[in-house]
């Protein structure tokens, strides 16, 4: 691979149809068809030079097998397509290599510049593919074509076994379009059903399907992507090789939802209409019976895109910002007025432009909406948005997933519920818990030391809460479950198992998933089921099946005979919920801003609650009422709005090259001999304990076992590493995480956010591009070889403090603590043995600034009074960044394992913690008296 992330292909070794996976088959094929740009280039300039024979040779014999790797995979794109492959072809069989050239390049260029996106075939004079290659016609008639087409471009799947007439076809639909249709389509043709889920993940142009009755099931090709595809749809591949042809068509509708949710699907259907109506059709947009001609299917792709294409509150205030208002309501700044009459301010124009203050009111009406109670364009674009990520409601939210998650915990919580929340969840929820008067168990998960990180909470840890909790006969006031998916670093649980098994304990609970980090995730097939809303939709219906009931029957009738008072038996068991009981209640919060197309705190709460209707939704509406701006920026809302047009028609594509760019940077930095001296980025085995890992699933790339297999870890795996998160051990530079941030920012102009005591982490999302990898692999090139260079002159003296410096960071790191228990003062019942504790009580006794006393770290007091035996509690939230959660909270028990932590951190930033005072604790007399009058009452 080249410096720029490209690949060079001397060995060819990729050119494989095997080696074609679901997460690098956008980037091999792009890569391949520049090789053979630059291959036909060569071939141009040495075809008459002797001197270069043998480099002929090896670039013809190099050719040829590009053409059989790319024959295969062409058929799934309209563009270049098979037929334009078959014209360069012939030409290079031919030796004529000029024309070989011209045709090539022309091709790559279009493909790089998506000029083909803006080319209507049907309306132009040239024939086909074989003019483009043309390079005479293409200046001629395409250029201009190309500057007037402004329609934009999707591609329509046909499935049916068609290969006499695929051409008739392609022309069929060609010649229904008209010239106000507000977009433009090729076809691709699948003729059975596997090339048709192949050509669903391999080309994200398809955004509609057209799936007719008369097709095999088997392809005649081999891709390693068809086993990863299988493994996500858990294909029983004998019962579908079995089915009828209207059987197949309707199964193929549902795997390809399965695979891409966004897709707009139409059945043409030789079976009689009645009989497949209905639910056995759910997935299918349109049935059609017994096409012949295709007008109604060309208006209905039209239509069914344009309803996706829709941004109703979008539309909306860019027609208000249009119009000549009269202001006499608030904000002076409205359509510029203070900007543009100014002497003085005018340069805030200049960088911003006019529109966003053309777009700027405090207005409800001529087409706007009210986020407190929206009717309108509002209350359509979170419908949308509904849709888009699979939730039964949505909600904007314009401050932030801080916000988002106050207003779900307030909305569900009442004062002295249960919440169980894992111990390293954003500090948001601690917040909300304080307001809503519930008690928290914070839940333990599994320690990373030697990276300085947490992963997840395994199911065990809950469960055993939960036990406890039933054995006191508390279980009644437990209300929710909340869990952050994915973590901050990548670890994202398996929301369906979590909340059965939990459910078959708490058939009432409420799941909160923060769900910040990975609002992308909905959009990308591998980590699609991590996704609560996904697994909410796919419990619910799994638990209204009859064959589900008849196994928790089954089931139950096993588990009946162990000993249900022995915690071990709910422990090692994958527990059931019953069917008849359980209530599938789930929300998700998503910072959209954070990984799609949105303003800073643009961010969304999605809810799929069967019981909304009767036991939420009045409380939410007051929650959001209390969280929620009266003047809401409608800048953020309009985005929000966009981003969601964005992920229905590319998001499958952006986030599919998010992760492809992420395991280009894993290869790119395990394959460097200079780069793997001084960095490795962890991988599975190093972030998930091997109990958590069935799939045996070591690493995402390993140079010498080369890739490894997602599709595996994602379905069965209790944790999974998203690969769109690089951890980068940075230890063995001799520099903390902190340091290296600071170096990359300031010197490099690198930015990121999250660090350890001995890692970085960088995010690959959507805004990312090959370029940006380049350049950060280029960077991470020179620090090495300026660290080389440092190693090579130092003095014995500074390599043993070098040495040092990387022991201490490698291998002398001290052990995360859990959390200790909260102090009897702030427990309810101090001989009860489960873990809440009344954490609202402890932070407003913390405003009584004569219950409070300071206790510095670094001068032995206060390890002092922990020897002495004295229950030092906690008066604040104490969190130190990394790892950026808090450590202590009000009415916690500081431990010697506690401090001690804190004391080996050396961190510059520790919120609650301020070093001209010390550490905020409860003197003994205030929790004395806090303990008694709590009796009392």
Request: glycine share 4%; proline share 4%.
């Amino acid at each position: 691979m080249s410096t720029d992330g490209s690949h060079d292909f001397h060995d060819l070794s990729d050119l494989d149809p095997k080696h074609v996976a679901i997460y690098n088959a956008t980037r091999l094929r792009t890569d391949i068809w520049h090789f053979l740009r630059d291959s036909a280039r060569r071939l141009r300039r040495i075809q008459n030079d002797l001197k270069f024979a043998n480099e002929r040779v090896w670039l013809t014999s190099a050719c040829a097998d590009v053409f059989d790797f790319l024959i295969p995979l062409e058929d799934y794109f309209s563009f270049p397509g098979p037929t334009a492959l078959q014209q360069i072809r012939a030409s290079f069989d031919r030796q004529h290599f000029d024309d070989f050239a011209r045709q090539t390049m022309r091709l790559v260029r279009m493909m790089a510049n998506g000029a083909y996106r803006r080319l209507d075939l049907a309306s132009s004079r040239l024939r086909d593919y074989a003019d483009l290659l043309n390079v005479a016609k293409l200046s001629e008639e395409i250029h201009t074509r190309i500057r007037q087409e402004n329609r934009l471009y999707f591609e329509t799947l046909v499935v049916d076994d068609v290969s006499v007439s695929e051409g008739d076809i392609r022309q069929q639909m060609r010649g229904l379009r008209r010239l106000n249709d507000p977009f433009i389509y090729e076809v691709v043709v699948a003729e059975s059903f596997e090339d048709a889920l192949i050509a669903a993940v391999l080309n994200p142009n398809i955004q509609s399907v057209l799936i007719r009755f008369s097709f095999p099931f088997r392809t005649t090709k081999e891709l390693r992507l068809l086993d990863e595809i299988h493994t996500i749809l858990e294909t029983d591949i004998e019962d579908v090789e079995s089915m009828s042809g209207t059987e197949r068509s309707l199964l193929l509708g549902s795997m390809l939802k399965k695979l891409r949710p966004e897709l707009d699907l139409f059945l043409v259907t030789d079976a009689p209409v009645e009989d497949v109506v209905g639910q056995p059709s759910r997935d299918f947009r349109r049935l059609f019976y017994l096409v012949e001609d295709y007008r109604e299917v060309h208006l209905s792709i039209i239509k069914r895109l344009q309803e996706r294409f829709e941004t109703p509150f979008f539309t909306a205030l860019r027609r208000y910002s249009q119009k000549p208002t009269g202001m006499f309501h608030a904000l002076p700044i409205s359509h510029a007025a203070t900007i543009t009459k100014s002497h003085w301010i005018r340069d805030l124009g200049e960088f911003y432009g006019h529109n966003i203050f053309e777009a700027e009111t405090s207005a409800t009406t001529g087409g706007l909406d009210s986020l407190l109670q929206p009717h309108g364009s509002l209350r359509e674009a979170q419908e949308l948005s509904a849709r888009a990520f699979g939730s039964k409601r949505t909600y904007f939210v314009t401050n932030g997933t801080s916000t988002a998650n106050k207003i779900v915990m307030q909305a569900l919580i009442r004062p002295d519920d249960i919440v169980l929340m894992a111990h390293d969840c954003h500090k948001s929820h601690h917040y909300a818990v304080i307001l809503g008067g519930a008690k928290p168990i914070f839940l333990d998960a599994y320690p990373l030391s030697e990276y300085s990180m947490y992963g997840g909470v395994p199911i065990t840890e809950i469960k055993k809460h939960l036990l406890a909790l039933k054995r006191e006969g508390k279980l009644d006031q437990v209300r929710m479950l909340l869990l952050t998916n994915i973590t901050f670093d990548g670890i994202a649980y398996d929301p369906i198992s979590v909340m059965q098994e939990v459910l078959a304990i708490k058939p009432d609970i409420i799941f909160l998933w923060d769900e910040a980090w990975c609002a992308y995730a909905r959009f990308a097939p591998i980590l699609r089921r991590r996704t609560a809303m996904w697994a909410a939709a796919k419990l619910r219906e799994t638990l209204a099946s009859k064959s589900y009931a008849h196994s928790y029957r089954h089931w139950k009738k096993g588990f009946d005979k162990l000993d249900p008072l022995d915690d071990a038996t709910w422990m090692q068991s994958g527990l059931m919920a019953d069917p008849e009981s359980a209530r599938v209640r789930v929300y998700a919060t998503h910072s959209t801003h954070k990984t799609l197309t949105a303003l800073r705190q643009g961010s969304m709460i999605h809810v799929h609650d069967q019981d909304f209707e009767h036991h939420a939704r009045n409380a939410f509406n007051e929650a959001y009422m209390t969280h929620t701006s009266t003047s809401p920026n409608y800048q953020i809302l309009a985005t929000l709005d966009v981003g969601r047009r964005q992920v229905e028609l590319e998001g499958y594509d952006l986030v599919g090259r998010s992760i492809s760019l992420a395991m280009m940077l894993r290869e790119r930095i395990d394959a460097d001999e200079l780069l793997s001296k001084y960095f490795s980025v962890l991988a599975p085995s190093d972030m998930i304990p091997v109990e958590f890992r069935p799939s045996n699933i070591e690493a995402y790339y390993d140079r010498e076992q080369g890739w490894g297999r997602m599709d595996k870890a994602a379905q069965m795996d209790q944790f999974v590493l998203d690969p769109t998160r690089v951890t980068l051990h940075v230890g063995r530079t001799g520099m903390d995480g902190d340091t290296f941030k600071q170096m990359l920012m300031n010197k490099y102009d690198i930015q990121i956010n999250k660090t350890s005591r001995n890692t970085v982490l960088f995010m690959i999302h959507i805004g990312m591009s090959r370029g940006t990898i380049a350049h950060l692999v280029n960077v991470l090139t020179q620090i090495a070889r300026d660290l080389d260079d440092r190693l090579d002159r130092w003095s014995q003296i500074e390599l043993k403090r070098f040495s040092e410096q990387v022991q201490s960071l490698t291998t002398e790191l001290p052990p995360l603590p859990n959390f200790s228990h909260f102090h009897p003062t702030f427990k309810s019942d101090k001989n009860s043995k489960t873990a809440e504790g009344d954490i609202r009580r402890a932070f407003f006794l913390a405003y009584d600034e004569a219950s409070v006393e300071y206790f510095k770290l670094d001068d032995g007091a206060l390890m002092q009074e922990i020897n002495s035996g004295r229950a030092v509690v906690s008066a604040g939230f104490i969190t130190p960044y990394p790892p950026g959660f808090p450590v202590l909270v009000p009415g916690q028990v500081i431990t010697r394992e506690i401090l001690e932590y804190l004391l080996a951190l050396d961190v510059k930033e520790i919120h609650g913690y301020e070093p001209e005072f010390g550490m905020r604790t409860f003197t003994e007399r205030a929790l004395e008296n806090e303990f008694a009058n709590s009796q009392v009452a």
